[in-house]
T-cell receptor, first 113, second 114 residues
């Protein structure tokens, strides 16, 4: 069973702090990695994608990938209350035909004013 | 911009009813997916399709069937709804062109089976 694991949280951080979200995956052949944000009652929306080892920055968000350790992380700098949501890690290239996305269970982030 | 639409945002059905959930995408994507999402269990893949009339079982296909007669439309069918199928159902699509494509999600259908 190919798996993506995340700490379910809740992760609570004060406003302005750095939030660190972690994800591990089981299939070493995975090629593409995505972070989605999901507000309660809404569908997931993409915030970051990463394909190569190292860091990728986009505004307040930084994704980090280490394929040797099968580890993906998302850092949110200067966290805002509006960042409070569930963050889903998704891995592509696992499952049948390599077309499937396998999602982790999500980490609930709470940013406290 | 890619748009994935689902036929209903909220749906209430009774046990034993046949339920159709419709999903339409407007970007000519080959792949389409149906997930259900439950608290603590995350997104679980029910079925996916990589071409017209093609379908593949996901992780939890029991109690569901699908239909893809046209490329843009992927339907999820609950032949005889049961209370344990109360859930949020999410449709998604993505092109078949290598690894670097994300999934585009519809708004979701919250189904309640009484």
């Amino acid at each position: 069973q190919k798996e993506v694991e995340q700490n379910s949280g809740p992760l609570s951080v004060p406003e302005g702090a750095i939030a660190s979200l972690n994800c591990t995956y089981s299939d070493r052949g995975s090629q593409s990695f995505f972070w989605y944000r999901q507000y309660s009652g809404k569908s997931p929306e993409l915030i970051m994608s990463i394909y190569s080892n190292g860091d990728k920055e986009d505004g307040r968000f930084t994704a980090q990938l280490n394929k040797a350790s099968q580890y993906v992380s998302l850092l949110i700098r200067d966290s805002q209350p509006s960042d409070s949501a569930t963050y889903l890690c998704a891995v592509k290239g696992m499952g049948n035909y390599g077309q499937n996305f396998v999602f982790g269970p999500g980490t609930r982030l709470s940013v406290l004013p | 911009d890619v748009k994935v639409t689902q036929s209903s945002r909220y749906l209430v059905k009774r046990t034993g009813e046949k339920v159709f959930l419709e999903c339409v995408q407007d970007m000519d994507h080959e792949n389409m997916f149906w997930y259900r999402q439950d608290p603590g269990l995350g997104l679980r893949l029910i079925y996916f399709s990589y071409d017209v009339k093609m379908k593949e079982k996901g992780d939890i296909p029991e109690g569901y069937s699908v239909s893809r007669e046209k490329k843009e439309r992927f339907s999820l069918i609950l032949e005889s709804a049961s209370t344990n199928q109360t859930s949020m159902y999410l449709c998604a699509s993505t092109p078949w062109q290598g690894d670097r494509f994300r999934e585009f999600f519809g708004p979701g259908t919250r189904l309640t089976v009484l």
